[in-house]
């Protein structure tokens, strides 16, 4: 089981950044995926999520318009490309493969496997 989580670090409020998780063909194959990310003190919160084929997407509403999440099923690879950076975005971000191909619950349940996790900080 491997999911690695790759592209945190610091950025200026309004910047961009794009996320990576390298995942192995057991934690990848025929499974949605999607991105989680956790404040100290604060549960796990869904952010985005991919089904297996890329034909459906699923996004938290705080984020959506400046998130896009998509995924390279030929190098195992999903992306997560963050723009309009706000400090409210600062976290530890963690990449998901799910239970099926398409997420449950609009990806907020379902998941199987947790990377471990990349911090991204948004300076004001």
């Known amino acids: 089981v491997q999911l690695q989580a790759s592209g945190g670090g610091l950025v200026q409020a309004g910047g961009s950044l794009r996320l990576s998780c390298a995942a192995s063909?057991?934690?990848?194959?025929?499974?949605?995926m999607g991105w989680f990310r956790q404040v100290p003190g604060k549960d796990r919160e869904f952010v985005a999520a991919?089904?297996?084929?890329?034909?459906?997407?699923y996004y938290a509403d705080d984020v959506k318009g400046r998130v896009t999440i998509s995924r390279d099923n030929a190098q195992g690879t999903v992306y997560l490309q963050m723009n309009s950076l706000t400090p409210e975005d600062t976290a530890v971000y963690y990449c998901?493969?799910?239970?099926?191909?398409?997420?449950?619950?609009?990806?907020?349940?379902?998941?199987?496997?947790w990377g471990k996790g990349t911090l991204v900080t948004v300076s004001a």
């Open positions: 998901a493969s799910y239970l099926r191909s398409f997420p449950d619950n609009s990806g907020r349940s379902g998941v199987r496997y």
């Open positions: 991919i089904s297996w084929r890329g034909e459906s997407v």
């Open positions: 063909r057991r934690t990848s194959t025929n499974n949605a």
